[in-house]
């Protein structure tokens, strides 16, 4: 995903903020005037509980299309759409709270409340880019279904934030600390979930690297996913990437032989070839790049024990 992307991104969460001015405006005058009620008033209730679905409804559009078109390959690629629609919107809430307020206004008061907002927009609309691109990936409720979920959980979050249960410095700390949390949880489970749907476990890497080295893959879910990847990337990368692949499984059972075998109390020799497949493993690395090594981590099992074991693997070559 390249800059100019990104200030797409932001630049679209901008015009959604202006829209939703033209939209949420009208709603709570006319509400107003139904009930014969102070604007003021109104307008509290409907930033509550009205404004979170508008706004997240026309935030997620453009996500919506970006997955249903399958413009957005990845988890990390929906994230960072995500975020900066988010980004953008918040930028234009800020200038019209500026405008509204006055600069006589407190300049503490901006910076907090702007950042606030920022990472509240910012956090709701990664939530439901990282959701929708899950379930939607899965073919989990249908076409359509799969962007419910996602939608829901921003609004209920955005709902909570514009309740202001806290001074705004208290709500900023908590967005700036929980908000991370919960994307880097979801993402997490996300990536789970991907793994649980291709079978893809510690107990499949033999299968897997035998798949990969008959040429098997292209019937299974695996070779779906590869396929997936296919559309985002060029073909020598593809090759890398698979070449990746299957040297880190060898690399990766290797490892666990040599536990093994040490836990039984023998001692093991190290492959005189290790360190030529280490390096070749380095040099994929680079071609593939970072947005490639994130594609390819359902396969890749890095978890800290894992990534322990490469590198017991990598001193043993040295020494």
Known sequence: MDIKSVVAAIGIGSLAAVICYFVNDPVVENISLQLNANVDDVWKYYSRYGAPIVEELFKGAILVYLIRASKIGFNIDAAIYGFGIGAGFAIIEN????????????????????????????????????????????KI????????????????????????FFNP???????????????????????????????VGFDTDQDLLDM?????????????????IKKRFSGEVVFDMICLL???????????????????????????????????????????????????????????????Q???LGKEVKN
């Not at 206004?105 to 929708?132: E, K, Q, S, Y």
Request: proline share 2%.
């Open 310 to 312: 490469l590198h017991m």
């Open 246 to 308: 299957r040297i880190h499984l060898e690399l990766s059972m290797r490892a666990k032989g040599v536990l093994m075998m040490r836990e039984a109390g023998m001692d093991v020799e190290p492959d005189e070839d290790l360190k030529d497949k280490f390096n070749e493993l380095n040099y994929l690395e680079k071609n593939v790049g970072k947005t490639g090594m994130m594609a390819l981590s359902p396969f890749l099992h890095q978890s800290s024990q894992d990534l322990w």
């Open 141 to 164: 409720w249908g076409k359509w279904g799969g962007f419910i979920p996602g939608f829901f959980t921003a609004a209920v979050f955005h709902s909570f934030y514009n309740h202001f």
């Open 95 to 138: 200038l019209y709270y500026v405008y509204v307020l006055g600069v006589e206004t407190n300049l503490t008061v901006f910076v907090i409340r702007g950042f606030g907002t920022a990472i509240m927009h910012g956090g709701t609309m990664t939530l439901f880019a990282i959701i929708a691109k899950t379930m939607t990936d899965r």
């Open 212 to 228: 990969v080295n008959q040429g098997k893959v292209g019937d299974t879910k695996v070779g779906e996913y590869l396929q997936s």
């Open 169 to 199: 410095l208290i709500l900023t700390l908590l967005n700036v600390v929980t908000i991370p949390i919960i994307l880097m949880l979801v993402f997490k489970r996300s990536e789970n979930f991907l793994q649980n749907w291709l079978g």
